[in-house]
């Protein structure tokens, strides 16, 4: 990816690195969620950090590389000649490919340290759909590679439902059936949310060999 165009006449100090160019976690957050109001722009995908952080995980822990563009774009709402210059917008991006950056090093380094950036209530009750929901809508972006995943009764199923019982689909409807929602007369759904770390290590881990094969 080349840097972006800065603009002529600026007395800024020079970036040279992504970091330069990157706004804040916590910026981007409020940007993102501006931008899902605006009624003129295009609407990320990605309505809070929380389905960001999802995200970000699906296209690390995914079957394939994926280009910055292809889900960049769509996450965020941006067109992908906004890599190519130096705005807000690219800030965004930064600071998106920062947060890609920093899961992969810990998926790659020390995955028992990784955590998901879930949704918490002030009395600490987690909502995990948010980032479940983010993590699914990478997935529909290279869903035939994914597909091997979805039938319920497939051994790689089991990996993934940690996550998909989180998710809906577009019709607001859970994506698993209830009768995979639950396990004798327990809930999976209740605390399936503490597996998902190991989930996407797991996922990670099987995906490797395929991904990173010499000449994929």
């Known amino acids: 990816m080349t840097k972006p165009k800065q603009g002529r006449g600026t007395r800024k100090a020079r970036k040279t690195t992504m970091a330069d160019y ?20 295009r609407h990320p995908r990605a309505t809070s ?36 210059h130096d705005t807000e917008e690219f800030s965004a991006i930064a600071a998106t490919l920062m947060r890609h950056n920093a899961i992969s090093e810990t998926l790659s380094t020390r995955p028992e340290s990784f955590e998901p950036l879930f949704v918490r209530s002030p009395d600490g009750e987690v909502d995990p759909q948010p980032w479940c929901m983010g993590f699914y809508a990478v997935m529909k972006l ?17 990996m993934l439902r940690p996550i998909l019982v989180h998710c809906i689909d577009d019709a607001g409807r859970p994506l698993l059936p209830p009768a995979r929602r639950t396990l004798g007369t327990q809930p999976i759904i209740q605390n399936a949310w503490r597996n998902i770390p190991a989930t996407v290590e797991a996922l990670r881990q099987f995906w490797m060999p395929i991904r990173f094969k010499r000449g994929a």
């Open 22 to 41: 990157a706004m804040s976690f916590e910026r981007l957050g409020q940007w993102i969620s501006k931008r899902a109001r605006s009624p003129t722009l």
């Open 49 to 84: 950090l929380s389905m960001l952080d999802g995200a970000v995980a699906a296209v690390v822990a995914g079957p394939v590389s994926m280009a910055s563009e292809e889900w960049v774009c769509p996450l965020l709402g941006v067109d992908p000649d906004a890599f190519n």
């Open 142 to 158: 290279r869903l035939l590679v994914w597909s091997r995943f979805l039938p319920p009764n497939g051994t790689e199923h089991l």
